[in-house]
């Protein structure tokens, strides 16, 4: 109902599937929300006879809800890393979050929870309970996911292989133009400097019986 609609929809026995997608995740989530809160709840279900959102409101059913909007994270942010506080803060994904309360905590262990979709900010759980929500200097007020985040951080890593791949070529070319022609007696024109000095240092033992080209 919904998915069909949307651009790169790729049934199962599509060829290369995974090449026929448009949209990115933030795109698609906010298409299936779309989805649900304008077409789907105010659409007449085939058994019951009435909308979701019709459903919904004449059962009277009201939902149980956390004590706190910290209880509420440790069921909605399901992702949980252990992390070490630090006098500069908690660093996570090479980025650094503060806030003033992690400063009587330094040297301690403690657990963030956080949304992959927005780094900005992280919550921070010491033993089980709910400290306070650190803030990323470098994010505060935009939205980055860790998704785009990882993605920015390996096309850095090809770029720089990729530069130090071409001065690498750069510098043996150097070195291949510049090679000095020794022309060693002994060694020949294709002579490196390490190949004469090694054989000035260790020569060759001469023979006591003289030899001729006749021989």
């Not at 059962?59 to 942010?77: I, K, V």
């Not at 791949?165 to 510049?178: F, G, I, M, T």
């Amino acid at each position: 109902m919904c998915l069909s609609a949307l651009p790169g929809y790729a049934p199962p026995g599509t060829p290369e599937r995974a090449g026929q997608a448009r949209l990115t995740l933030p795109e698609l989530d906010a298409a299936i929300g779309r989805f649900l809160t304008g077409d789907y709840h105010h659409r007449v279900h085939s058994e019951t006879g009435q909308t979701p959102a019709e459903r919904w409101s004449a059962g009277g059913f009201l939902p149980r809800m956390p004590d706190s909007l910290e209880q509420l994270d440790l069921l909605l942010l399901t992702v949980a890393q252990p992390r070490k506080i630090h006098p500069d803060g908690v660093h996570f994904q090479g980025l650094r979050y503060l806030d003033l309360v992690l400063a009587a905590y330094v040297g301690e262990q403690v657990t963030i929870r956080y949304d992959p979709r927005d780094l900005a900010e992280i919550r921070i759980f010491h033993a089980e309970k709910f400290l306070c929500r650190a803030i990323c200097p470098e994010l505060a007020g935009t939205t980055i996911a860790l998704k785009d985040l990882t993605a920015a951080r390996n096309a850095r890593r090809r770029e720089l292989r990729q530069g130090i791949r071409e001065r690498s070529k750069v510098v043996d070319q150097l070195l291949a133009v510049h090679q000095p022609d020794y022309n060693h007696p002994l060694l020949g024109p294709a002579a490196t400097a390490t190949q004469v000095a090694d054989l000035d240092q260790n020569p060759a033992p001469k023979h006591a019986l003289k030899l001729y080209r006749e021989d």
